[in-house]
C-alpha cells in the first residue's frame, strides 16, 4: 500500500518550453503533498506545499509564478515548469501523506528527471 | 523555519565496521525524525524513524537514538556491507502540524570489501 507515482519519469525539453510534472497517489488520498527539488549530489529541498483545492505555499526563494503547482483532486497533484532555464534541470519528488488521521510518514514518487537544453 | 544538519558528509568504512551518522535540527517542536537511504537516481527508501516519545529504536542491524535535550539524532548501522553503500539523509517534521520533512545535505557512505 500507500504507492505513490510520477510522470514522466524523464523529460527533455527546450529553454523556454513549459513541463508539467504528474504526482500520483495510487492506493490512498493525500490532501497534501509536497515537491522536493534535488540537484546532483546534493539533498532534498522543499519547493512547496500542495493541498488539495487551495493554493500552494511556496518556500521562500521558489517563485510561484514559475513554478505552478495545482492539487485538483485527493489523488493529483501537478506541478508545471514554467518557461524552463537550463538552471531548472534537476531531478523533481513529489511526496503524500495519507489524509484522515495523524499520519506521519510521507511517500515518495519515484521522481521526475527533468533535463532543459 | 526548521534547519536540520548533518555530518559527516562522507564516511568510508571497511566491510563489518560500525557506521555512525549524526543530525541536529533546530525546531524544538519536531518530533518525527525519519532516516533515508537514496541510492543514484531513486526516490528516497525510509529504513528506519523515531518519534520524540522514544529515546531509541532498532531494527536488525540499523538503530537510531534521540536526544531531544540536545536536538541531536544519530544513525548507527553495524556490521556493514558493501549493499550499505549509498547516501543517507536524515529528516525532521512537526507530525500534529503535518508539516513536509526538512532533510540534512546527506552522508555518502561506502562500504570496502
Known amino acids: 500500500g500507500a504507492v505513490v507515482s510520477q510522470h514522466p519519469s524523464r523529460v527533455i525539453c527546450k529553454s523556454g518550453t513549459s513541463v508539467k510534472i504528474e504526482c500520483r497517489s495510487l492506493d490512498f488520498q493525500a490532501t497534501t503533498m509536497f515537491w522536493y527539488r534535488q540537484f546532483p549530489k546534493q539533498s532534498l529541498m522543499l519547493m512547496a506545499t500542495?493541498?488539495?483545492?487551495?493554493?500552494?505555499?511556496?518556500e521562500q526563494g521558489v517563485e510561484k509564478d514559475k513554478f505552478l503547482i495545482n492539487h485538483a483532486s485527493l489523488t493529483l497533484s501537478t506541478l508545471t515548469v514554467t518557461s524552463a532555464h537550463p538552471e531548472d534541470s534537476s531531478f523533481y519528488i513529489c511526496?503524500?501523506?495519507?489524509?484522515?488521521?495523524?499520519?506521519?510518514?510521507?511517500?515518495f514518487g519515484p521522481g521526475t528527471r527533468l533535463t532543459v537544453t | 523555519g526548521e534547519n536540520v544538519e548533518q555530518h559527516p558528509s562522507t564516511l568510508s568504512v571497511q566491510e563489518g565496521d560500525s557506521a555512525v551518522i549524526k543530525c541536529t535540527y533546530s525546531d524544538s517542536a519536531s518530533n518525527y525524525f525519519p532516516w533515508y537511504k537514496q541510492e543514484l537516481g531513486k526516490r528516497p527508501q525510509l529504513i528506519i524513524d523515531i518519534r520524540s516519545n522514544v529515546g531509541e529504536k532498532k531494527d536488525q542491524r540499523i538503530a537510531v537514538t534521540l536526544n531531544k535535550t540536545a536536538k541531536h539524532f544519530s544513525l548507527h548501522i553495524t556490521e556493514t556491507q558493501p549493499e550499505d553503500s549509498a547516501v543517507y539523509f536524515c529528516a525532521a517534521s512537526i507530525i500534529q502540524a503535518g508539516t513536509a520533512l526538512i532533510f540534512g545535505k546527506g552522508t555518502t557512505l561506502s562500504v570496502s570489501s
Open positions: 511526496s503524500a501523506r495519507v489524509s484522515g488521521k495523524v499520519a506521519y510518514e510521507q511517500y
Open positions: 500542495s493541498n488539495e483545492g487551495s493554493k500552494a505555499t511556496y
